[in-house]
């Protein structure tokens, strides 16, 4: 947790050097539970200080829900910048564009920021966050210059307090076999133990076999939590169309 610590004063004198002094940062988008430091309290009352003192979003369990910041966090795993009520980023993109495109976007009282999401094993989603009030702040310009700083701190900062905290790490050191994997691709792409045994060339309870240790290996319990945990690790691809080799 010192380490951690130490990486959240990094963050707060970047923000400061770059004239986006103000911090908001969680480890778990998907999490109420805001980041605390070692003595227990959250880092958002004593490390990290906020626009608006009165806003106090880690006590607002439907936050990450309404704020779109944490929206483009969920659907760009790369850093990107924010004013006048549009996102953007190095290069143009398209999921950031709808976001902008669904209408008036609620700032926060936020003129000008940059969001580094923070991307981890098992499927997790941290974000950074440097903002100003400033809607003149010249974001582009710093970002062109930061960016790649700034996501790099960000996922040192998240990772570490991932570990501290959560102990994530275990989660890297699950390994499936080849033919696990086979199975649960197949799986995924909806097919039957029965379909999957014929297509691999394996009897159905081999099949079960090679499921049940992936499910074993993974720490879950059930055929569609062993294929979810598998894919958010990156074992099963994002599409299962066409053959897959035997």
Not at 39 to 49: C, H, I, Q, Y
Not at 211 to 240: K, M, P
């Amino acid at each position: 947790m010192a380490l951690a610590e130490g990486y959240a004063r990094q963050v707060v004198d970047a923000g400061q050097a770059m004239g986006l002094p103000f911090i908001a940062a969680t480890a778990d988008i998907g999490s109420p539970e805001p980041l605390r430091g070692a003595d227990g309290r959250p880092m958002a009352e004593t490390t990290f200080r906020w626009l608006d003192p009165e806003l106090r979003y880690w006590e607002d369990r439907s936050f990450a829900l309404k704020a779109a910041f944490v929206r483009v966090a969920r659907i760009c795993s790369e850093p990107f910048h924010f004013k006048s009520g549009r996102f953007g980023s190095w290069r143009p993109n398209a999921a950031i564009a709808a976001v902008t495109r669904e209408g008036e976007v609620d700032s926060f009282g936020v003129g000008a920021a940059i969001v580094a999401p923070a991307y981890r094993p098992g499927g997790v989603i941290g974000a950074v966050v440097w903002a100003t009030p400033d809607p003149e702040f010249e974001v582009e310009a710093v970002f062109a210059a930061q960016a790649a700083d700034l996501h790099a701190l960000a996922m040192k900062f998240v990772g570490v307090y991932d570990e501290a905290t959560l102990g994530r790490s275990v989660l890297d050191a699950t390994r499936l076999t080849r033919r696990e994997i086979q199975c649960l691709k197949w799986a995924a792409a909806g097919k039957t133990d029965t379909e999957i045994s014929q297509i691999v060339g394996i009897s159905l309870p081999t099949v079960r076999f090679h499921i049940t240790n992936a499910s074993r290996r993974l720490g879950v319990s059930g055929r569609s939590r062993a294929v979810h945990h598998a894919a958010v690790l990156g074992y099963i691809g994002a599409e299962f169309g066409g053959r897959l080799e035997a």
